[in-house]
């Protein structure tokens, strides 16, 4: 039997829409709360499902490995809902990404497993080399709540134990960078580059969005470094492809910008989308048809623009 874990603190507001769109896989519910004082217990109850009482304790991968059935495993969050592929579910028995959409970002993240159980201690998550990519299933989640700071002093301990890891550096610079903290980010991402003998997913996305930061922050030739080595690594990439157009533009080289969109459009319906990258929606379609549209407006309204 399918058992699907749903970890809570204070979900009220979501965990029922959540918990009614899995109704359907008839599997085994397991809500671990972590000391909720709003009505989510209820709520879950009221859903049929099991209450398992947790403690934090400094380590969410503890929490979601008491709450591990026997057999096939799922997790969802409560403030996400499975909008199709349920059937599909139930017939698999290995590993398996699945899709999740939020704020026009796709992520492709272990949420099926058998025999497997999560790690770290923040932002935790399964490992297995051999999962697959789901493109049937497909999880639509909304804004988490902010639990940033939380995560990153747990993080802080995680270092303070184990100096040599390279993943909390990881973890400390995404966090940074969703609170704009630039020169942490900065500071965490280039440790981790350091530390990481391979380049792998993390170390290629960190250097994308270093390469964001730098352009918005006037640092042209460090963005451009950085950009140019996504683009090496994977040059099927639309967003790689994307972020050389918006630097283009922002130059006002506006022919070197549109060749910059078209290629994202053109050479971005090469990719797999089963690899294991995470995906910008827009920058597939909307983000570089709006920006050639602008090119053209501009054009039409002052003459010929080339390139100086």
């Not at 580059?193 to 792998?200: D, I, N, V």
């Not at 070197?256 to 971005?268: D, K, L, V, W």
Request: proline share 3%; with cysteine.
């Amino acid at each position: 039997m399918l058992t699907i874990q749903v970890l809570t603190r204070n979900n009220a507001a979501t965990v029922g829409k959540t918990l009614k769109s899995i109704e359907e896989l008839g599997a085994r519910v397991v809500v671990g709360d972590l000391e909720s004082s709003d009505e989510t217990r209820e709520i879950c109850s009221e859903f049929g499902a099991e209450i398992v009482p947790l403690k934090l304790a400094g380590d969410f991968s503890k929490a979601r490995n008491a709450l591990l059935g026997d057999g096939l495993n799922m997790y969802i969050e409560p403030w996400e809902v499975l909008v199709r592929g349920g059937e599909r579910i139930l017939s698999l028995n290995s590993s398996s990404m699945f899709y999740v959409i939020q704020n026009n970002i796709v992520s492709k993240e272990i949420r099926l497993w058998q025999g497997s159980s999560f790690v770290n201690a923040a932002y935790e998550t399964i490992v297995d080399s051999n999962a697959a990519c789901i493109p049937e299933i497909v999880i639509l989640s909304s804004e988490a709540p902010d639990g940033t700071d939380e995560k990153m002093e747990i993080c802080r301990k995680w270092m303070d134990r184990r100096p040599t890891e390279s993943e909390p550096y990881y973890y400390m610079a995404c966090s940074s960078l969703s609170r704009r903290s630039y020169e942490e980010f900065f500071s965490f991402a280039s440790k981790y580059l350091a530390m990481e003998r391979s380049p792998g997913i993390s170390g290629t996305m960190l250097c994308y969005y270093m390469a964001q930061v730098q352009f918005r922050l006037g640092m042209g030739r460090d963005a451009e470094r950085n950009a140019l080595y996504c683009l090496s690594m994977h040059p099927t990439f639309a967003e790689f492809w994307c972020l050389w157009g918006d630097m283009f533009y922002k130059q006002a080289k506006y022919d070197s910008a549109r060749t910059m969109y078209e290629n994202a459009m053109i050479i971005g319906k090469r990719r797999i989308g089963t690899d294991s990258y995470p995906i910008e929606i827009s920058k597939y379609g909307d983000h570089p048809r709006k920006m050639i549209e602008n090119i053209e407006s501009m054009r039409s309204r002052t003459g010929v623009m080339k390139d100086i």
